[in-house]
């Protein structure tokens, strides 16, 4: 191996410094859902905003169950393909109304989210009703009943299964507790109607128009 002993000043640095971001067309980080998650959170929960119709009893544990709720959808957001067509800011406001949606906060999207994330109801019912729809689809497969086969009952192998009584103690309790790590999502609490929510596109726009916000161009 050969070492130079280069000696670069300051202004030889600045100049390696931008050859590389000219190289990189300046694109050094790409934006995420969650870069925007955080900041759009602040403004997810206000004082003034109703639960059926109510005022909030807690808003406290209100911003619990929104944050909860909004990392949830943002995890949704990662299984799907098609929430690439949408920007990343996009997307984490989406979640925002995903999560008001289904915790019964009305309004469903406000004046005070719209000016902050640059978006208005239209710009985002496409990609919520993606979001509720994974969202109803994760509620019906934690309700769904298991299905145990009986007890004695003869498997693929030709043995029959053990009878439930003797089953170990320890393989009761992690089942319990996949069970109940599954379904902890989606327990109303406060919300008793959770579960039963669905929205339609048709509502969705409904929602929207009812609320009357003013088109914004969206900005990243």
């Known amino acids: 191996m050969c070492s130079l002993n280069l000696v670069l000043n300051k202004r030889d640095l600045i100049r390696m410094e931008l050859l590389l971001l000219e190289t990189f ?27 059926n119709g109510w ?17 949830y959808f ?9 929430f690439l067509s949408f920007r990343p800011s996009q997307v984490a406001a989406a979640c925002i109304a995903a999560s008001r949606i289904c915790l019964q906060i009305s309004p469903s999207w406000t004046t005070s989210l719209h000016l902050l ?3 208005s109801w239209d710009h985002l019912t496409q990609c919520i009703e993606l979001m509720l729809l994974a969202h109803d689809n994760d509620v019906k497969e934690a ?6 086969p009986p007890s004695g009952q003869t498997s693929l192998h030709g043995q029959p299964t053990p009878p439930s009584c003797t089953t170990s103690s320890s393989h009761r309790q992690a089942t319990s507790s996949t069970t109940s790590a599954q379904q902890l999502l989606f327990q109303a609490g406060a919300f008793p109607h959770l579960s039963q929510h669905s929205a339609p596109l048709s509502q969705l726009h409904a929602l929207g128009e009812s609320q009357a916000l003013g088109p914004v161009v969206p900005q990243d």
Do not use: R
């Open 117 to 119: 994330t640059g978006y």
């Open 25 to 51: 067309g300046w694109n050094l980080c790409m934006p995420t859902p969650a870069h925007f998650i955080d900041y759009y959170l602040h403004a997810s929960v206000q004082e003034s905003d109703l639960h």
């Open 143 to 148: 309700n769904k009943p298991k299905s145990t």
């Open 74 to 82: 943002l995890e949704v957001s990662l299984q799907d393909h098609a």
């Open 55 to 71: 005022p909030l009893s807690s808003l406290s544990k209100t911003k619990a169950f929104m944050d909860k709720y909004t990392h």
